[in-house]
């Protein structure tokens, strides 16, 4: 069997995996791992209200230290077909490029890991640790029956890993650019300001919360959170939509609504966050402005894996292979990190995001190889340093 970087990705991308459908991608996996001899599970998860989701963990070797490959095989759907240049899972290559849905996000990083770790095995018999694989066809949709539970339901059978690597697409132009080593939280809020519907003619008999909602946001917008720490950008409160709903001119509304996401660093909790945009509102309320805030439920909590040994491994491996340092980030939207680094340090490291979710995803099949190369390198320097 062909197990190149280039052979894998090619069998994933021919799996109509969008989520919540395995399509086929699960099933490959299991079959490869198997027979380079990892013990290979595939989960089913459920929740109501959501679909049934098909996951898979694999191990190899039973010692320490643990090095886990993350990702996932659910794709975003690919819009409308007849504007690709290849059908989107059909695995085409032109101009050394290979297309499909999932080429970048994140088929063609797990294709690399699986490469890199099959060929470490073959080459490295006897060596003391374990290798896995957390793959999830949950992380496009819902989230709810992917990673989550497949971490509980991994622990809950004893696994305890040491570091991961997750392989989504974490470079912004070209392969080496970027290691994510932590991720932004995320907070949504949501605010009414209650006034009093009437005609404009007549505004003694009402009251329009249209000047209220004005101050309550000038005053949550005054001041910056912060100004930053050393590995993240300052945190960012962004107003996502004002909304009155009123079409008539000669009417005062009833009341206004404004919802605000704010993206935020390892200077606050979801709970701090909830208790500082409590202050501001209330100060620019005074006793004047009416309104209730309400803050939607968040998991995604601001992390950081400090840069250490581990990280350096990566970073080392990068440079040997593409010749460029990595940038150590924490910029981008939230990804499965957030759930896995409870466990255990997660760097984040895969190929170019370029066209992830676009029409025409693609990625250099020169990308494929340098990526094992990347994991192959990482995989030795890890194992090197344990025995
Ligand atoms: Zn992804």
Redesign the pocket.
């Known amino acids: 069997m062909d197990h190149s970087p280039l052979s894998l990705a090619q069998s994933l991308l021919r799996c109509p995996s969008v989520t919540p459908e395995e399509g086929g991608a699960l099933a490959f996996i299991e079959g490869v791992l198997k027979e380079a001899g990892f013990a290979v599970h595939r989960p089913v998860f459920s929740e109501p209200g959501t679909p049934d989701v098909e996951n898979l963990y694999a191990r190899y070797g039973s010692g320490d230290p643990y090095l886990l490959f993350a990702?996932?095989t659910d794709?975003v759907p690919p819009g409308d077909s007849s504007r690709w240049s290849h059908d989107p899972f059909s695995g085409e290559i032109q101009g050394g490029e290979l297309y499909g849905r999932g080429a970048v996000?994140?088929k063609g990083?797990i294709a690399c890991m699986m490469a890199a770790a099959l060929d470490f095995i073959r080459n490295t018999p006897g060596f003391k640790g374990s290798i896995g694989f957390l793959i999830t066809g949950d992380?496009?949709g819902p989230a709810i029956n992917g990673t989550v539970k497949l971490l509980e339901w991994a622990k809950g059978r004893g696994e305890r890993f040491d570091h991961c690597i997750l392989g989504?697409?974490t470079n912004p132009n070209r392969l080496g650019d970027m290691i994510k080593i932590g991720r932004r939280g995320s907070l949504t809020g949501r605010v009414v300001v209650e006034g009093k519907q009437g005609h404009v003619a007549y505004p003694h008999l009402a009251e329009n919360p249209i000047p209220g909602m004005l101050r309550l946001l000038s005053g949550l917008l005054s001041e910056p959170l912060d100004q930053g720490t050393e590995h993240f950008d300052a945190s960012n409160l962004e107003v996502t939509t004002v909304d009155v709903g009123n079409p008539a001119s000669n009417v005062i509304p009833a009341e206004a609504r404004a919802t605000f996401n704010i993206r935020f660093n390892d200077l606050w909790t979801p709970q701090s966050l909830e208790e500082e945009i409590d202050r501001r509102l209330r100060e620019a309320a005074g006793n004047t402005v009416r309104y209730r805030l309400t803050m939607d439920p968040t998991n995604a909590v601001a992390f950081l894996t400090p840069p250490n040994a581990f990280v350096g491994f990566i970073a080392d491996a990068i440079e040997a292979e593409t010749g460029f340092q990595p940038k150590l980030s924490t910029t981008g939207g939230t990804?499965?990190a957030r759930f896995i680094v409870k466990d255990c340090p997660v760097v984040e490291f895969?190929l170019v995001g370029q066209t992830?979710h676009q029409i025409d995803e693609r990625v250099p099949v020169a990308d494929l190889d340098r990526l094992t190369g990347i994991y192959r390198k990482v995989l030795d320097a890890y194992f090197a340093a344990a025995s």
């Open positions: 990702g996932h794709v996000d994140m990083g992380e496009e989504e697409p990804s499965d895969g992830m």
